[in-house]
Antibody, heavy 121, light 111 residues
């Protein structure tokens, strides 16, 4: 299960920060990849970035987010986080964290419930 | 990878079958033999719920009236007998290649 937390309102030019707490798994699992996805009426569902551990930590980000996004893992608390800098009203969306496993995982995908984030002054 | 769903909207009659298509701009068949294409249903106010994984594997708790088929670039989600609770927006998504991408959605509503 994934439990999301973070503010629902962020001012323009500030940093959006969300956390996804993991239960029933480990952020350091070599079977899982931890993702952030968002959804807005104008952009639909949009993958933002991911982190995962395979003897060392790896990160991948959507090209549209590069330079503004950081996804980090917190092994002490089994959680992972999203930071999105210099937000604008275009970043208003529902943000989801999601776990994807290997083909033999059942289910392969698990999503958090979503956090509605509004960027407004 | 661009995923194109059709139709955009699908009015359905309870008890009747329904079918949604998802076409990919590139093959979703991985070298491991799996098609990395999943189907989701999003009901109003809820997060997307996984229906079908890897093209044809029903997720836990998903009724057997839902089935997925296809390989490579052409995939289909079928509902054998639509029920009122099946209304919502259906999405296909791929993760064979970054960035993960999603289809535009198919809105299923009861006639």
């Amino acid at each position: 299960e994934l439990q999301q937390s973070g503010p629902g309102l962020v001012k323009p030019s500030q940093t959006l920060s969300l956390t996804c707490a993991i239960s029933g798994d480990s952020v350091s699992s070599n079977r899982a990849i931890w993702n952030w996805i968002r959804q807005s009426p104008s952009r639909g569902l949009e993958w933002l970035g991911r982190t995962y551990y395979r003897s060392k930590w790896f990160n991948d980000y959507a090209a549209s987010m590069k330079g503004r996004i950081t996804v980090t893992a917190d092994t002490s608390n089994d959680q992972f986080s999203l930071q999105l800098n210099s937000v604008t009203p275009e970043d208003t969306a529902v943000y989801y964290c999601a776990r994807v496993g290997r083909p033999d995982d059942y289910p392969r995908w698990v999503w958090g419930k979503g956090t509605t984030v509004t960027v407004s002054s | 990878i661009v995923l194109t769903q059709s139709p955009l909207a699908l009015p359905v009659t309870p008890g009747e079958p329904a079918s949604i298509s998802c076409r990919s701009s590139q093959s979703l068949l991985h070298s491991n033999g799996y098609n990395y294409l999943d189907w989701y249903l999003q009901k109003p106010g809820q997060s997307p719920q996984l229906l079908i994984s890897l093209g044809s594997n029903r997720a836990p708790g998903v009724p057997d009236r839902f089935s997925g088929s296809g390989s490579g670039t052409d995939f289909t989600l079928k509902i054998s007998r639509v029920e009122a609770e099946d209304v919502g927006v259906y999405y296909c998504t791929q993760d064979v290649e970054l960035p993960l991408t999603f289809g535009g959605g198919t809105k299923v509503e009861i006639k």
